[in-house]
C-alpha cells in the first residue's frame, strides 16, 4: 500500500521521501516504485513524466532522517499493534510539531492509535484502498482527539490530488469494510447453501445491483426503488433467514410517514421536484455509458471451477 500510495503522492506532483524496515528493503522498495510507475506509463495508464517523478522519490535509511522536515506523515507498516505504536511513536518524535500523521490501518481502532503520537490532535486515520494509485475512495477516520481543522486538511489535500474522500466514524472495520464483509458474508452463505457457485455469486453481484455502485450508494438505490418495497423485501427475508434482515427501525419510519423514497419526495435523501424529475435520466445515462464501457472492457477471465 505504502508504495502504491507513494506512487499516487508523486505523480500528483508531490515531494516525497520513502522508508522501509532496513537500508536494503528501502532500496529495493524505491526500485519497485519506479518499476511500477513505468509499468504503468507503458501500459498508457500514467503520463511519461509519472515516472520522472517515481525517480525522483527520496529515500531515508530510518524513519527520523525521513519525516524530519515533513508536513505529512503517511504510516503503512503491516496491521501488528505493537509495531504501529514502535513506529507511530517514532514518527511523532522526529517530525516537525505541526507536521500532520495518518495511518493506513485497516482495522486498529484509530483512538487507541492516537495514544502513541505526541500532541494527537495532528493525529488521523487515513484508510486507502488497493490499488491507491487508481481507487479514488479513501476513509478519513478522525480520533476523538484529533484537531477539526487537521480533518479539514486532509480532505482538501485528498481532493486537491483527485481523491474522494470521507469522514467516517471509528467503529469496527469503520465503514468501507464492514459493508464488504457483510456483503461477502452472505456471499460466501450463499455459496455453502447451494444456491450459486462462487463464479455466479461474482456475476450476480457484479451484473445486477453491483452496476449501480459506481454511481449510487445504497441509500440513493433504495430511495429509488421505494423504501416500502424495501420493507417489504426485509420482511420476507427475515422469515426466511432470520433476525440478521430484521427492518430497521429508522426505515419502517420512514415508511409510515410516507417517505418512501425519491417517487415522494424524500426519504433516506431530500428530493427537490426539479432533482426527481432529472435523476431517472441522468441514471439511464450513466448506465449505457459504463455498459459502453464494458463493451470496450470485458470481463477479467481469470478463475475459475473451485468453491469452498
Ligand atoms: N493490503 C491492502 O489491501 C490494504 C488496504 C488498506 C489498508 N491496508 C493497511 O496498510 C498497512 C500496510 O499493509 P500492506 O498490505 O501494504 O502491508 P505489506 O506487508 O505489503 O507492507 C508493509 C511494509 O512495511 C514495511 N515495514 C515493516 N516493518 C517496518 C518498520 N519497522 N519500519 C518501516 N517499514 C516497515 C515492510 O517491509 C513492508 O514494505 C496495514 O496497516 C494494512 O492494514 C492494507
Not at 183 to 205: K, N, T, W
Request: glycine share 10%.
Amino acid at each position: 500500500m505504502g508504495l502504491g500510495v507513494a506512487e499516487c503522492f508523486a505523480a500528483a506532483g508531490i515531494e516525497v521521501i520513502l522508508t522501509d524496515a532496513t537500508p536494503e528493503l528501502t532500496r529495493e522498495a524505491k526500485e519497485r516504485l519506479v518499476r511500477r510507475a513505468r509499468g504503468h506509463a507503458d501500459a498508457g495508464l500514467l503520463a511519461e513524466s509519472a515516472v520522472g517523478r517515481a525517480e525522483a522519490v527520496e529515500t531515508a535509511d530510518d524513519v527520523a532522517g525521513t519525516v524530519a522536515s515533513a508536513d505529512l506523515v503517511f504510516e503503512a507498516v503491516p496491521e501488528d499493534i505493537g509495531l504501529k505504536q514502535e513506529i507511530l511513536g517514532a514518527c511523532s518524535a522526529a517530525a516537525p510539531r505541526d507536521a500532520v500523521i495518518v495511518s493506513n490501518t485497516s482495522s486498529l481502532p484509530i483512538n487507541d492509535l492516537s495514544e502513541f503520537v505526541g500532541w494527537p490532535g495532528r493525529f488521523c486515520g487515513m484508510h486507502w484502498f488497493n490499488p491507491p494509485e487508481w481507487t479514488p475512495g479513501v476513509e478519513i477516520i478522525p480520533a476523538a482527539a484529533t484537531a477539526p481543522e487537521v480533518v479539514g486538511w486532509l480532505v482538501e489535500f485528498l481532493r486537491a490530488i483527485g481523491k474522494r474522500p470521507a469522514v467516517v466514524g471509528d467503529g469496527p472495520g469503520f465503514v468501507a469494510n464492514r459493508i464488504q464483509n457483510a456483503l461477502f458474508l452472505e456471499a460466501v452463505r450463499c455459496v455453502e447453501e447451494g444456491l450459486a457457485s462462487p463464479q455466479e455469486v461474482d456475476e450476480v453481484v457484479r451484473s445486477c445491483f453491483g452496476f449501480r455502485l459506481p454511481f449510487f450508494g445504497p441509500f440513493q438505490i433504495s430511495d429509488m426503488a421505494g423504501l416500502d418495497v424495501y420493507e417489504n423485501v426485509l420482511d420476507v427475508l427475515k422469515e426466511g433467514l432470520g433476525e440478521r434482515f430484521e427492518a430497521p427501525q429508522s426505515l419502517r419510519k420512514l415508511v409510515e410517514e410516507g417517505r418512501t423514497g425519491t417517487k415522494s419526495g424524500a426519504g433516506f435523501l431530500q428530493y427537490t421536484e426539479d432533482e426527481q424529475e432529472r435523476l431517472l435520466i441522468e441514471r439511464d445515462r450513466r448506465y449505457a455509458a459504463l455498459n459502453g464501457l464494458l463493451a470496450d472492457l470485458p470481463p477479467v477471465d481469470a478463475g475459475s471451477g473451485g468453491g469452498p
